[in-house]
């Protein structure tokens, strides 16, 4: 079998070279070369100093791009697949990235994205010395489906990492139940005590104790948040780092460890979702021993991935890009119920469909209905243009949520988007797009930037 995984390791490199000289690095094509040749190779090949993975419904890409930029700011060299190649060819790839052709180390840390459902294979192999959890909800069908099925699989891949430490999201009721043996729990206080909003989608309704009601003690979004069951006691463990006085207009943040140390931070979010993603990844460093007066520095030169968010600000009018995921009701919601949490006079381009070039992909509308276009609904959202081959269903949804017909446009033709957009009164545009249409949002808002900038130096409006 070790000549197997040489002979893997050595077809793959080869194949990693050729496509490096054709441009076409990021391809994990080599990778599934690597397993098809040799299933075992990530029991086989060598781990550098710090190998973590990162894995949850939600905040994977985010969380594992931060702890990449992090170790650079450390100056260590790192394996780290940017485009988020997180199912076995994947790993493969970045594993072989992480060795020479000898098996040797030659990198200080590999940060790996790893899907909920395969962890239990591809992670049981491997062992990361770090496994983080961030949060379990709803997904699409398509790619999950029903949460505790994800808590399940993720439960899985724990059981066969004895050595490793869990990171586990206090706050989220889900995978905050998951047994680990040493597990290390991060969470945020100071969300709303009142009730919960209204969400169409509920993943957490009864105590998985005795089934009856939980109480939050205080929640942020979804199903996340600090809860208690009156009835039998079953509640939120407590967290080892908690986040507290998170100002998004800033992005500062107080955390809080289990010594009662202390340590404001200056991050990149803006968003309560982004704001446990931080806490996560401070817990992270100060777990592997970083001091957490150097984190101060260090996270300050960590970057939010562009491909999940931007700002720009244009002639007085803020422009912003937002990772919208489609075919589920849970990430959807979180993001509009968010956004809309302003005074500003808002203006949506929803880009939210699957490519249909690609053949295995589909489009249907069922998620439509789990999705709460009401919170659209509010006076300050004052127009909504919708980009979808499926406009037609849209429009009935959005007339369905009580949105007038006069604030919103269904078309199937992006190029017709910056027809729509108007300046007038506005003080935020938002393009919200897919996982696969991040070069196309980015598109459609230079497109809406150059209208501006031609309406504002006076070529009309």
Same mark, same amino acid.
């Given at each position: 079998?070790?000549?197997?995984?040489?002979?893997?390791?050595?077809?793959?490199?080869?194949?990693?070279?050729?496509?490096?000289?054709?441009?076409?690095?990021?391809?994990?094509?080599?990778?599934?070369?690597?397993?098809?040749?040799?299933?075992? /190779?990530?029991?086989?090949?060598?781990?550098?100093?710090?190998?973590?993975?990162?894995?949850?419904?939600?905040? @994977?890409?985010?969380?594992?791009?931060?702890?990449?930029?992090? /170790?650079?700011?450390?100056?260590?060299?790192?394996?780290?697949?940017?485009?988020?190649?997180?199912?076995?060819?994947?790993?493969?790839?970045?594993?072989?990235?992480?060795?020479?052709?000898?098996?040797?180390?030659?990198?200080?840390?590999?940060?790996?994205?790893?899907?909920?459902?395969?962890?239990?294979?591809?992670?049981?192999?491997?062992?990361?010395?770090?496994?983080?959890?961030?949060?379990?909800?709803?997904?699409?069908?398509?790619?999950?489906?029903?949460? #505790?099925?994800?808590?399940?699989?993720?439960?899985?891949?724990?059981?066969?990492?004895?050595?490793?430490?869990?990171?586990?999201?206090?706050?989220?009721?889900?995978?905050?139940?998951?047994?680990?043996?040493?597990?290390?729990?991060?969470?945020?206080?100071?969300?709303?005590?009142?009730?919960?909003?209204?969400?169409?989608?509920?993943?957490?309704?009864?105590?998985?104790?005795?089934?009856?009601?939980?109480?939050? @003690?205080?929640?942020?979004?979804?199903?996340?948040?600090?809860?208690?069951?009156?009835?039998?006691?079953?509640?939120?463990?407590?967290?080892?780092?908690?986040?507290?006085?998170?100002?998004?207009?800033?992005?500062?943040?107080?955390?809080?460890?289990?010594?009662?140390?202390?340590?404001?931070?200056?991050?990149?979010?803006?968003?309560?979702?982004?704001?446990?993603?931080?806490?996560?990844?401070?817990?992270?460093?100060?777990?592997?021993?970083?001091?957490?007066?150097?984190?101060?520095?260090?996270?300050?030169?960590?970057?939010?991935?562009?491909?999940?968010?931007?700002?720009?600000?244009?002639?007085?009018?803020?422009?912003?890009?937002?990772?919208?995921?489609?075919?589920?009701?849970?990430?959807?919601?979180?993001? /509009?119920?968010?956004?809309?949490?302003?005074?500003?006079? #808002?203006?949506?381009?929803?880009?939210?469909?699957?490519?249909?070039?690609?053949?295995?992909?589909?489009?249907?509308?069922?998620?439509?209905?789990?999705?709460?276009?009401?919170?659209?609904?509010?006076?300050?959202?004052?127009?909504?243009?919708?980009?979808?081959?499926?406009?037609?269903?849209?429009?009935?949804?959005?007339?369905?949520?009580?949105?007038?017909?006069?604030?919103?446009?269904?078309?199937?033709?992006?190029?017709?988007?910056?027809?729509?957009?108007?300046?007038?009164?506005?003080?935020?545009?938002?393009?919200?797009?897919?996982?696969?249409?991040?070069?196309?949002?980015?598109?459609?808002?230079?497109?809406?930037?150059?209208?501006?900038?031609?309406?504002?130096?006076?070529?009309?409006?």
């Amino acid at each position: 079998m070790k000549l197997r995984f040489y002979i893997a390791l050595w077809a793959g490199k080869l194949a990693m070279f050729i496509l490096k000289l054709m441009g076409r690095e990021l391809d994990d094509r080599p990778g599934i070369l690597m397993y098809r040749i040799c299933p075992d /190779f990530l029991k086989y090949v060598h781990k550098p100093k710090y190998t973590v993975a990162v894995t949850g419904t939600n905040g @994977k890409s985010t969380v594992t791009a931060l702890i990449n930029d992090v /170790f650079e700011a450390m100056g260590k060299t790192t394996s780290f697949n940017k485009w988020g190649a997180n199912l076995k060819a994947g790993h493969c790839y970045l594993m072989a990235k992480s060795v020479n052709f000898f098996n040797k180390p030659v990198v200080d840390a590999c940060v790996l994205e790893a899907d909920e459902t395969s962890s239990a294979a591809n992670m049981g192999a491997l062992k990361p010395d770090t496994y983080i959890v961030t949060n379990i909800s709803r997904d699409s069908l398509r790619r999950n489906g029903h949460p #505790l099925y994800i808590r399940d699989c993720i439960q899985r891949a724990i059981s066969l990492m004895l050595d490793s430490r869990i990171f586990l999201s206090a706050d989220d009721p889900i995978s905050c139940q998951m047994n680990a043996k040493h597990p290390v729990y991060t969470g945020l206080t100071g969300g709303d005590t009142g009730p919960m909003p209204n969400y169409r989608i509920q993943d957490f309704t009864v105590c998985p104790r005795c089934f009856k009601k939980p109480v939050y @003690k205080e929640h942020f979004y979804l199903h996340v948040g600090r809860f208690v069951c009156p009835n039998c006691g079953f509640a939120s463990p407590e967290p080892d780092f908690e986040g507290s006085a998170f100002d998004p207009s800033t992005g500062a943040l107080t955390l809080t460890e289990k010594d009662g140390s202390q340590t404001t931070l200056k991050t990149g979010a803006t968003s309560i979702f982004n704001a446990f993603n931080y806490v996560q990844v401070f817990a992270y460093f100060r777990s592997i021993g970083v001091p957490a007066d150097q984190l101060v520095s260090l996270i300050e030169k960590a970057h939010i991935p562009a491909s999940r968010e931007t700002d720009e600000m244009v002639r007085g009018i803020e422009l912003s890009t937002r990772l919208c995921k489609g075919q589920t009701g849970s990430s959807a919601s979180t993001l /509009f119920e968010h956004i809309v949490r302003t005074d500003q006079a #808002l203006e949506l381009v929803i880009l939210v469909y699957e490519e249909y070039g690609n053949l295995d992909a589909h489009e249907t509308i069922s998620w439509l209905y789990d999705t709460d276009y009401e919170f659209l609904a509010k006076d300050n959202v004052k127009k909504i243009i919708v980009c979808d081959p499926n406009y037609a269903d849209y429009a009935l949804r959005l007339r369905m949520a009580g949105i007038d017909e006069s604030r919103f446009v269904c078309i199937s033709d992006e190029k017709k988007i910056t027809d729509y957009v108007t300046f007038d009164g506005i003080d935020r545009i938002y393009v919200l797009h897919e996982c696969d249409l991040v070069t196309k949002g980015r598109q459609v808002k230079d497109e809406i930037k150059k209208k501006l900038l031609h309406a504002r130096l006076g070529g009309g409006k």
